[in-house]
């Protein structure tokens, strides 16, 4: 696996909206968090760009509406927030559907590789992989920088995260959109292109 000089990091939706569980109900992997870090930490160290997107709920009550608590960055994520990064916002699944606009923004800066992580694994980080695939970038997933919550569907029909998080791993991998990774994957490309340099 190769990592571009210019691929950037999207960091979608880590906010501390996501940690009221009384809200979304059962979540799976907890080391979501520490791999986006250790993720964000290796790009900043490389010089490679990176994207936070933050969601701003239209939903009244939401946790993730704009002047609640919960429609802030998690800590890591805020602490690591440098002013080189790009931050879009955005009301819909889609990162491509934000301010500023985002591929418009990575077409002016000749980005044609995208490792996408955050949060929910099967709402905006997978709407945001498959659009990202559409559009012709080359997509790299690292399914486990990205976590989800249980889910029920119609007539009773539910799903746990985990069992959601490998049916976007198998939508877009087998799909086309995405090659699903890990980020230790990732770390070591990283690293690797850096002593190649």
């Not at 997107?53 to 609640?68: D, I, K, M, Q």
């Not at 799903?159 to 799909?175: C, K, M, R, S, W």
Request: one cysteine or more; a negative charge.
């Amino acid at each position: 696996m190769e990592i571009a000089p210019e691929s950037a990091l999207l960091v979608i939706d880590v906010q501390k909206g996501f940690d009221d569980a009384s809200f979304w109900g059962p979540r799976n992997n907890p080391a979501a968090e520490a791999n986006i870090a250790a993720l964000m930490d290796a790009w900043q160290q490389s010089g490679r760009p990176v994207v936070l997107v933050r969601h701003t709920s239209r939903v009244p009550g939401s946790v993730l509406g704009a002047g609640e608590p919960g429609h802030a960055f998690k800590d890591f994520v805020a602490q690591r927030q440098g002013g080189e990064a790009l931050l879009v916002t955005k009301t819909v699944n889609s990162s491509f559907y934000g301010t500023p606009d985002l591929g418009a923004w990575l077409t002016a800066q000749g980005i044609g590789q995208l490792v996408v992580t955050g949060i929910q694994t099967n709402m905006c980080v997978e709407t945001t992989a498959r659009m990202a695939g559409n559009l012709g970038y080359d997509v790299l997933l690292p399914l486990d920088a990205t976590h989800t919550f249980d889910l029920e569907g119609p007539d009773g029909l539910s799903l746990t995260a985990d069992q959601l998080a490998t049916a976007t791993a198998v939508n877009l991998q087998g799909g086309g959109f995405a090659r699903v990774v890990t980020t230790a994957q990732l770390l070591a490309a990283s690293e690797a292109a850096q002593l190649t340099a």
